[in-house]
Structure formats: C-alpha cells, structure tokens
C-alpha cells in the first residue's frame, strides 16, 4: 500500500518551455503532498507544502510564480516550471502522506528535468 | 530555522563491517524519519523515532532517538552490498507544521 506515482519521470525540452509534472497517491488520500527538489548526490530540499483545496505553502527562497502548484483533489497534485531556464534542470520529487500530522512520506519516483 | 546535521557524508566499507550514521538537529523535535535511497532510487521510509531514547531495531539495523530528541542514529550491523544507498534522517518540529527537515544524507559504499 501507499504509492505515489509521479510522472513524467524525465522531460528534456527548450529554454522557455513550461512543464508540469503530477504526482498521485494511488491508494490512500493525502490532503497534504510535498514537492521537493534535489540535485546530484545531495539532500532533499522542500519546495512547497501542497494542501488539497487551499494555497500551497512556500518555503522561503522559492518563487511561487515559477513553480505552480495546484492540488485540486485529495490523490492529485501538479507541479508547473513556468518558463523554465536550464537553472531549473534538477531532480523533482513529491510525497505523500497517509496521516496529516507527522507520518511517514511515501515518495514517487521523481522528474528529471533537463532545460536545453 | 530549523536545520538537521547528518555525518558523515560518505562511509565506504568491506562487507560484514558495520557501519553508523548521526544525526543532529538544532532544534527539538517532535520525532524523526529515517529514509533510504538507492542509488537512481527514491526515497524510501524506513522508521519514525517519536519517544525520549527510543531504539528500535530492524533485522541488522538499529535506530536511536536522543534522550533529548534532538538527535538519533542508524547502526547496520554487518553491512551486506544490498546496505549500498544513501540514508537520510528526516526532522519534525511538530505543531502545526509536519514538514520535515532532511539532513543532507549518509553515502553507504559496501565492498564484496
């Protein structure tokens, strides 16, 4: 139990494309989802706190115009890189959570972005 | 805000050494995850620490919470190259946030 798929897994296009990315929790509800971005042999940043029906939450440094989150239904929630640059290629991941206060996140298998 | 130490970065070992990763946080927590991501992997959960000096213990791996829940550790005994991956403690203040703060992750190498 508890998956998250998350797609696509890769995504390679132009500078100034926009892309989004979706991340499903297949079996259980989450009305909390997480986005995180990682880059190359180095931890976990979170992005945003993404609440079903509600504004995401931003963490601090990270622009909420570039990074679009919409999290419409309690197993559904995207991610949109507006007009992305080649600064934005990284390795983005989204999890879930089974209970809303401090359970353990359940991790889809992560975007790779590439901006040419 | 808060911020999660994790050490050491990289730990290589021969097969059947253990191996212990550490971390500390700058501030008290609610509990504390820990993950493991192989290598093109996801993360994936391992175990939630939530009580003062907690241990718990999974087959070779023993996990430690902190008398004073500000830090914890993860112990494999007789690592095994199925060990190889990169572990991660994860932090939670409690409250109303239930984010979690990652360390910056533990790089297990094993040789056969």
């Known amino acids: 139990g508890a998956v998250v798929s998350q797609h696509p897994s890769r995504v390679i296009c132009k500078s100034g494309t926009s892309v989004k990315i979706e991340c499903r929790s297949l079996d259980f509800q989450a009305t909390t989802m997480f986005w995180y971005r990682q880059f190359p042999k180095k931890s976990l940043m979170l992005m945003a706190t993404?609440?079903?029906?509600?504004?995401?939450?931003?963490e601090q440094g990270v622009e909420k115009d570039k990074f679009l989150i919409n999290h419409a239904s309690l197993t559904l929630s995207t991610l949109t890189v507006t007009s992305a640059h080649p600064e934005d290629s990284s390795f983005y991941i989204c999890?879930?959570?089974?209970?809303?206060?401090?359970?353990?996140?359940?991790f889809g298998d992560g975007t790779r972005l590439s901006i040419l | 805000g808060q911020q999660v130490m994790q050490i050491p970065q990289y730990q290589h070992v021969q097969e059947g050494e253990d191996f212990t990763t550490y971390c500390n946080s700058s501030?008290?927590?609610?509990?504390i995850q820990w993950y493991k991501q192989r290598p093109g992997g996801h993360p994936v959960f391992l175990i939630q620490?939530?009580?003062?000096?907690e241990v718990k213990k999974q087959k070779r791996l023993t996990f430690q919470f902190g008398e004073a829940k500000k830090n914890s550790s993860l112990h494999i005994t007789a690592t095994q190259t199925t060990d190889v991956g990169t572990y991660f403690c994860?932090?939670?203040?409690?409250?109303?946030?239930?984010?979690?703060?990652f360390g910056k992750g533990t790089l297990l190498t094993v040789n056969p």
């Open positions: 993404s609440n079903e029906g509600s504004k995401a939450t931003y």
């Open positions: 999890s879930a959570s089974e209970a809303v206060l401090r359970g353990p996140q359940h």
């Open positions: 994860a932090g939670n203040s409690g409250g109303s946030n239930y984010k979690l703060t």
């Open positions: 620490l939530v009580k003062s000096g």
């Open positions: 501030t008290t927590l609610s509990n």
